[in-house]
């Protein structure tokens, strides 16, 4: 890759302070945090919890409800905190979830990863892991305001000679029903910017990889107009990949806040809401079929499915035989979902 | 297996003259089916047509509408018929679909079936197949009204000696949204009576692997209140087996109609209906989370994705964290589909 701009970590203050704008106290106890305030994963902790709430926060004011907030534990050890808003004003579905988990990894998983390309050794088969993310899909009611989709996570495992071996993951991408052009620049401007402070080439590499992972192969469709992805990032260290997922995480208000206000009071016909329904139908899809993460946590013993399929709008349909009339607003979204285009 | 009663073959009747009563005329060409009738590919063909042909007009005949008919062809051999009435005034949507394909088996449907324990020789990496079959899932309106699935289908292998393998597999199922148990009844004692022609073992042991089949693991709930299901079916020989599913495609009519009927005019409150919703949305999260034959479909380059999905409901709905309140209706149901029982 090209020249990198490494920028310092900015200051990230006082524990006890910070936890008193989050939904909830935070999964592992602050005074653990505390001890712990310089390590990765408690760095990393603090990060989700904050992006919940400021995203949290962000939508309740334009909605005028207030999140559901539902504290879980996890059996195996950790556990999340799932905020909801449901059938609300300008809310149809809106899910931020943040879950920190830990344990021995599930043989499932450690397949998983091993056909990702990773090596793994484990010490007696046991592989002790730690995960942690913040994930959220937001299914306005309104047709003409987009879903919008983030997830940011980290990864750690503990190798059978003590070394650990750790990574981010993430990205934040929009699936609109009709097609802004404004709206899709905007979008597409906030993650390059975000992305541009850490490395020229992210915007553009991630961006591809948006649009490679969220393809429904059997509609030969993409889920949405993309965004950025990216998955097992490790290089070229803990503290500028760190640097970079905050960026990203503190650019997801900017990014979606805008379009919602913007289109809060746009009208609508039966026939546009219609559309939408259909649309929620291949969210669906997408969600079921082919995500990895949806696929990984209904299949790990002990998740919280509820959590986990929040990301399912309050409503969906399928109609057989659907296909928008050519020329209509309709056909153009078809069009770039299709054939992904750049934004910038 | 305990004793077995052998029915003689009754006689199948004119190509031509039977030809007349379908929804459309056959996928294979009329004069190929009269050259070859006493081959089980062409008796099958027959079989999962006239099955269709019935069941589409007993439906017409309680609903009033008329079924949409599309023939299609599929670019690798063969092709389908797919029948469907949607947003009519019984039926929300029902999908009645008939598949007749051949070609070379694909590499990952051959793995598929290898991973069940099939053993298959390919002739310079081919394996020729036939495969057919009639499926069919109606979704009502009416909340009282239960939603069917069955299939039957026939699979044939050419083998690197020349040799065939074939198999038969297939099962009917009923998901009511509210139990009732005079209904459940009629539906089992009907297979029942279908099964017990041919073996004394067959209700009974397709009644527990439907059970065990139609299960969502994640939500630890069954998809309904079963039925029958078999796969794999080759014993004692293919005219005994096929007599066997003859039996079965039969007995759709007489198991569902009366059901329907029997409800088609309950009234029904707003609350039952928004209840339909919810458990539309655990029938597509089985459909496509779990059946085996939709994720086959859905992975299988050429197949018609439309005919696959048709299964899915018009709506369906999610709510974050629904509970039936315990001792109402909702809860007795969710009780029999958490720990089946025997109807009969």
């Known amino acids: 890759m090209a020249s990198r701009i490494v920028l310092p970590e900015k200051d990230e203050g006082d524990i006890l302070e910070r936890c008193k704008s989050f939904m909830c106290s935070p999964i592992t106890d602050v005074h653990v945090l505390q001890e712990r305030k310089d390590e990765m994963s408690t760095r990393m902790e603090m990060l989700i919890l904050e992006t919940q709430a400021a995203f949290c926060k962000a939508l309740e004011q334009v909605d005028g409800g207030s999140f559901k907030v539902d504290r879980w534990q996890r059996k195996e050890g950790g556990g999340g905190i799932s905020c ?5 004003k300008v809310f149809e579905k809106a899910g931020v979830n943040v879950s920190v988990v830990y344990g021995n990894l599930p043989e499932e998983a450690a397949k998983q990863m091993r056909s990702r390309g990773k090596v793994l050794k484990a010490k007696d088969g046991k592989l002790p892991f730690c995960a942690m993310g913040v994930s959220s899909v937001i299914h306005p009611k309104n047709p003409h305001i987009p879903t919008v989709h983030f997830n940011y996570r980290y990864f750690e495992i503990e190798e059978a000679d003590g070394t650990k071996q750790w990574w981010f993951g993430g990205g934040t991408d929009l699936t609109p029903m009709y097609l802004n052009q404004e709206d899709a620049v905007h979008f597409h401007s906030t993650l390059k910017e975000a992305c541009d402070k850490h490395h020229p080439q992210y915007y553009s590499d991630f961006k591809k990889w948006c649009d490679r992972y969220f393809f429904i192969n ?3 469709e993409r889920r949405g ?4 992805f990216f998955d097992d990032l490790d290089s070229p260290n803990q503290e500028e ?11 997801v208000v900017p990014c979606y806040l805008p379009i919602v206000r913007k289109h809060v009071n746009d009208s609508f016909s039966p026939e546009e809401k219609a559309w939408q329904q259909l649309r929620r139908g291949r969210y669906v899809e997408f969600n079921l079929v082919y995500d990895r993460g949806t ?10 499915i509820e959590s986990i399929l929040m990301s399912l709008p309050l409503t969906a349909r399928w109609e057989y035989m659907h296909e928008p009339v050519k020329g209509t ?5 078809m069009e770039v979902l299709r054939q992904p285009k750049d934004w910038i």
């Open 295 to 304: 696929k990984f946590g209904l299949a790990t013993p002990g998740s919280r």
């Open 241 to 251: 990949v760190f640097a970079f997922v905050k960026s990203c995480a503190r650019s």
């Open 329 to 333: 607003k309709e056909a153009e979204l």
């Open 84 to 88: 909801v808003l449901q059938d609300s």
């Open 225 to 228: 107009i993309g965004g950025i």
């Open 218 to 220: 059997h509609r030969n």
